[in-house]
């Protein structure tokens, strides 16, 4: 079973940077294609950025691009996501998911609170 366990969050003003961590097992999981999704109060859960399994290929959301970068360490079981110059507008639970070949994320974890004051 897949376990995704989000790390990292806080509270932060605008302008300041925050590093997300998602610890990840089995260790299977090095070959899934990994994604970092957030939801803020009353909307809907929304994409942020992807990364392949080989991790050559990475993908993002037009609102967080060029300030955000995701990346994992393979031989830590781990994702980042590395967030810069964080606004208001980023403030929500942050969700590592995992999904294997063309399928959908079918597995996240329990989220991680960010919230950016102005």
């Known amino acids: 079973q897949v376990q995704l366990i989000e790390s990292g969050g806080g509270l932060v003003q605008a302008g300041d940077s925050l590093r997300l961590s998602c610890d990840y097992s089995?260790?299977?999981?090095?070959?899934?294609?990994m994604a970092w999704y957030r939801q803020a109060s009353g909307k809907e859960r929304e994409f942020v950025a992807a990364?392949?399994?080989?991790?050559?290929?990475?993908r993002y959301a037009d609102s967080v691009k060029g300030r955000f970068t995701i990346s994992r360490n393979y031989a830590r079981s781990t994702l980042y996501l590395q967030m810069n110059d964080l606004k208001p507008d980023d403030t929500a639970v942050y969700y590592c998911?995992?999904?294997w070949g063309s399928g959908d994320y079918g597995a996240f974890g329990q989220g991680t609170q960010v919230t950016v004051s102005s």
């Open positions: 998911a995992a999904g």
């Open positions: 089995p260790r299977k999981v090095n070959t899934y294609k």
């Open positions: 990364i392949a399994p080989s991790g050559a290929t990475t």
